[in-house]
């Protein structure tokens, strides 16, 4: 399964670590990524979402269902 966040669309970034003595080797940012169950009341159901916890942030703010209809507006199936 891809490191991406269904809402915000996060992926892993390419870096690099960078020494003391400023030698550069390529590196990988994870975004921070979480599963979590949402209880649908509308639909009576529960859904498992891997989010960022920007999204979390988001849902909190927005509400689960106005999140879901933005996802099903951009083809996710959820």
Not at 51 to 62: C, E
């Amino acid at each position: 399964m891809a490191r991406v966040c269904v809402v915000t669309g996060k992926k892993p970034m390419v870096g690099n670590n960078v020494s003391h003595a400023n030698n550069r080797t390529k590196r990988r940012f994870l975004p921070n990524l979480q599963y979590r169950r949402f209880w649908v009341e509308s639909e009576n159901r529960w859904i498992r979402l891997r989010l960022s916890t920007a999204a979390l942030r988001t849902i909190d703010k927005n509400g689960i269902d106005a999140v879901l209809v933005d996802l099903r507006a951009n083809g996710v199936a959820v």
